[in-house]
C-alpha cells in the first residue's frame, strides 16, 4: 500500500483523512481548495504526517475560470491564455512543493460527431471541440509546444508533469505520435482513469479499454481508481471497488484492468477517487485489502490507521 493515495478535493478534510488515509499510504492528491487557510491546511498536514502531495489542476478554485487549461485549443488566445494561467498556479503552489501536477488531456476534449457524448460530464461548452475543429497535424504540434513547455517547468519547480486522459478519440487511440513524445519527454506521465476508460468503453464502438490500458499504461505514473455501473444508464459514479461488483450487473472489470496494471507497470501509484463515504469504514478496508491483494500478492487483511 505504498503506492497508495487519497484524494482530497474542495479542501483539506481531517474527517476523511483519518478515515481513508492509511498509515502505509504513500500520499494526498489535492485540487480547488477555497482559500490560501485551506491550502495551508494542507501543507500542516503533510509536515505533520509527513505524507506526499500532488496537485490536480487546479490547486486554487477560481470560479471565474474554467477549472481544466485549454492548452490545445485551436484559439491562438485562448491557448495563450491557459500557459498563463498554469504559470500562475505553479508559482502560487512553490510553497507546498507538490511530487507532481496533474492537467487534463487532451484539453479541450476532442470528440467524434459520430458518438453520443451526451453522457460525457463537462462544466463548460468550452471544454469540447470536434475533429472537423482541430486536425491531427495541429494536434500534433500543440502537443509538442505543450510537452516542451510542461517538461521545462517541471525541471524549473521540480515536479513531475502528469497528463490524465480524458475523452479520447482517434488520433491518440490510432495514431503513435502520443508514444513518440511520451519517450522523447520521459519526465512527462500519464495517469489513467478507470472510470473514465470504462464509460468510453459503453459508449464507443471502436474504443477497447483493456487495449489502452495495454499500450499506456507503461508510460503511466498515476491510476484514478474507481467503478461505475452502467447498464441503460451510468449510475453509481466514483463508486469504491469492491470484488462483489460483478460485470453482468454492468460494473467495470476492475479486476481485469488492475491485472493489466500489475503487469504492464509495477511502480504505478494507485490514487482512490472514490466517495468513500458512500460504503461504511469496514468495507473501505476491504476495498484496499483488495487492490492490495491483486497488485501485490498480500494477503487480504485490513490495514492500520495512521495515528492522531
Request: contains cysteine.
Amino acid at each position: 500500500m505504498k503506492r497508495f493515495m487519497i484524494g482530497q478535493y474542495g479542501g483539506f478534510d481531517y474527517g476523511k483523512f483519518h478515515r481513508d488515509f492509511k498509515a502505509e499510504f504513500y500520499g494526498i492528491e489535492a485540487c480547488s481548495f477555497p482559500s490560501d487557510e485551506a491550502c495551508q491546511t494542507l501543507i500542516d498536514a503533510a509536515q505533520k504526517y509527513g505524507f506526499h502531495t500532488g496537485v490536480h489542476y487546479p490547486l486554487r478554485a477560481n470560479p471565474a475560470r474554467l477549472r481544466d487549461a485549454l492548452f490545445l485549443s485551436p484559439d491562438d488566445y485562448v491557448r495563450s491564455e491557459a500557459f498563463q494561467q498554469i504559470q500562475e498556479e505553479l508559482d502560487y503552489m512553490v510553497r507546498l512543493q507538490p511530487d507532481y501536477v496533474l492537467f487534463h488531456y487532451p484539453k479541450p476534449v476532442i470528440l467524434d460527431p459520430q458518438l453520443d457524448w451526451s453522457s460525457w460530464r463537462f462544466a463548460d461548452r468550452k471544454e469540447y471541440i470536434y475533429e472537423n475543429d482541430l486536425s491531427l497535424n495541429e494536434l500534433i504540434q500543440h502537443s509538442k509546444v505543450l510537452f516542451d513547455w510542461l517538461s521545462r517547468k517541471g525541471r524549473e519547480y521540480r515536479f513531475q508533469p502528469i497528463l490524465e486522459f480524458d475523452g479520447l478519440n482517434s488520433y491518440i487511440c490510432q495514431h503513435n505520435f502520443l508514444e513518440q513524445l511520451l519517450l522523447a519527454y520521459p519526465d512527462i506521465k500519464l495517469c489513467l482513469d478507470t472510470g473514465r476508460l470504462y464509460q468510453q468503453d459503453k459508449l464507443d464502438p471502436n474504443f477497447n479499454a483493456r487495449a489502452l490500458l495495454r499500450k499506456y499504461t507503461k508510460y503511466a505514473a498515476l491510476i484514478h481508481l474507481s467503478n461505475v455501473q452502467i447498464n441503460e444508464t451510468i449510475q453509481h459514479g466514483h463508486y469504491p471497488v469492491l470484488p462483489e461488483l460483478s460485470t453482468g450487473e454492468g460494473w467495470a472489470p476492475i479486476e481485469d484492468y488492475l491485472t493489466i496494471i500489475r503487469e504492464e507497470n509495477s511502480e504505478v501509484k494507485i490514487m482512490f477517487e472514490h466517495r468513500s463515504d458512500l460504503i461504511s469504514a469496514q468495507d473501505l478496508d476491504r476495498c484496499y485489502a483488495w487492490v492490495d491483494h491483486i497488485l501485490n500478492g498480500v494477503p487480504e487483511n485490513p490495514p492500520a490507521s495512521p495515528p492522531r
